[in-house]
């Protein structure tokens, strides 16, 4: 169960070879580098993320690209805690390793990094299409952790998590083969749509250069850690039923409005012959894990708070 390589071995000499080695080199200085003050704010304590990234790391690399990972990689492993657990801290795996580019000491939950200098749009492009859906498929796809920076100002702007509890076939889209003219011609990656992501599928740890508290961004990730223990098939009909509650907009809604969205649904699930049954059923799952509440003649209502995206 492989990716396409995120990292291309490189070759001896060259500016990316330089760069794992200095990868390798400023890896230890990690520990001696984190920033752990904790504040306490009436009976509870938390910890205040520094959000400045280390630019200085930037200077022995001319490649953006290559900056972007060292620097953005340098800070999570310096600043970021587990979302999953009360763990403050997440680790880098070795160089090299494919997928997995950080995990959690305590509960090995897996992430993968996604480092952007623009704001985080609906579609982002990924690695290879099938290795990403055979891993969803079987449940090995880590989490994801999105990540905007300020090539600017050198800080980190917004930051979100993708639990991998979350992950389903709808949210990965084929891309096109490359051309027969590109190096890797016919190669087929994929996009990862946001867009077709309930809410409450991103996670917001940092949104506009504010870190919100890590005991509300781990309460959240708890509140659907339910769907874990879901078939996938389950747990994509929850993620995409939840993204049309949402999508609604409202508090209080109907089940008519959400018949509204049949159609899409049926578009996901082509196999399904009775998409409102199932539908309904999902509104079920929902009610029986907080998220909902059943007021009576096709009425219900929201529980939890819409997530910042
Ligand atoms: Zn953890």
Same mark, same amino acid.
């Given at each position: 169960m492989r990716f396409a390589p995120r990292r291309a071995r490189p070759r001896e000499g060259s500016a990316s070879a330089e760069a794992s080695e200095g990868r390798k080199s400023f890896a230890p200085s990690y520990c001696h580098n984190r920033f752990h003050r904790k504040f306490e704010i009436g009976s509870s304590l938390f910890r205040r993320v520094d959000l400045t990234l280390n630019s200085s790391l930037a200077r022995a690399y001319p490649n953006r690209a290559q900056v972007a990972r060292i620097v953005t990689e340098a800070w999570t492993a310096a600043n970021l805690y587990c979302p999953a657990c009360p763990s403050d801290s997440i680790e880098p795996t070795l160089p090299g390793t494919k997928v997995v580019d950080f995990r959690c000491p305590d509960c090995e939950e897996p992430f993968q990094l996604k480092s952007l200098s623009h704001p985080i749009r609906a579609r982002v492009n990924d690695s290879a299409y099938e290795p990403m859906i055979r891993s969803v498929e079987t449940a090995t796809a880590p989490s994801f952790l999105f990540l905007h920076y300020d090539p600017v100002q050198w800080m980190v702007w917004n930051l979100f998590f993708v639990p991998r509890h979350f992950l389903s076939r709808s949210m990965i889209e084929k891309r096109a083969p490359l +051309? /027969? *003219?590109?190096?890797?011609?016919?190669w087929v990656g994929c996009n990862i #749509?946001?867009? %077709?992501? /309930?809410?409450? %599928? +991103? #996670? %917001?740890?940092? *949104?506009n250069g504010i870190a919100l508290p890590p005991a509300e961004v781990r309460k959240t990730w708890r509140a659907f850690s339910f769907l874990r223990d879901a078939t996938l098939e389950s747990r994509g009909w929850v993620a995409d039923v939840l993204a049309c509650v949402r999508e609604i907009r409202q508090p209080e809604f109907t089940l008519a409005e959400v018949y509204e969205f049949e159609g899409r649904l049926q578009e996901l699930h082509k196999d399904n012959r009775n998409v409102r049954a199932k539908l309904r059923q999902q509104l079920q799952v929902l009610r029986d894990r907080g998220v909902l509440e059943f007021l009576g003649h096709g009425k219900y209502r929201l529980v939890l708070a819409p997530q910042v995206g």
């Open positions: +051309r /027969p *003219t590109a190096e890797r011609a016919g #749509l946001l867009s %077709a992501l /309930p809410s409450d %599928a +991103r #996670l %917001a740890a940092v *949104t």
